[in-house]
């Protein structure tokens, strides 16, 4: 099996920052991309950022330069470093990993417990 433990997030003020970690552990043989969803209340989970095991990021439009993805591949971690935080960024943040636990086999997605990000003055 595979988990995936999260920290970081809280409250902070607008204009502020805060970093999630995300680190996979179990059986584990190659994660692709690994990364964030969040989802707000009332609304669909949204990706915020993925990273393959390039190093290739992808982000969503709306954190686009505020946002900041890396990963140690060494250590089957992930960082998400969020600036110049705003209201609509609260959500609940998921991270989510495509692991293959043998070689050859089709990579499955693996999910978080998720944390609360809320920026509020």
């Known amino acids: 099996q595979v988990q995936l433990g999260q920290s970081g997030g809280g409250l902070v003020q607008p204009g502020g920052s805060l970093r999630l970690s995300c680190v996979a552990s179990g059986s584990i043989f190659h994660i692709m991309e690994i990364g964030w969803y969040r989802q707000a209340p009332g609304k669909q989970r949204e990706l915020v950022a993925g990273i393959n095991y390039s190093g290739t990021a992808n982000y969503a439009d709306s954190v686009k330069g505020r946002f900041t993805i890396s990963r140690d591949n060494a250590k089957n971690t992930a960082h998400l470093r969020m600036d110049s935080l705003k209201p609509e960024d609260t959500a609940v943040y998921y991270c989510?990993?495509?692991?293959?636990?043998?070689?050859?086999?089709?990579?499955?997605?693996?999910w978080g417990q998720g944390t609360q990000v809320t920026v509020s003055s």
């Open positions: 989510h990993a495509d692991v293959a636990q043998i070689a050859g086999e089709i990579p499955r997605r693996y």
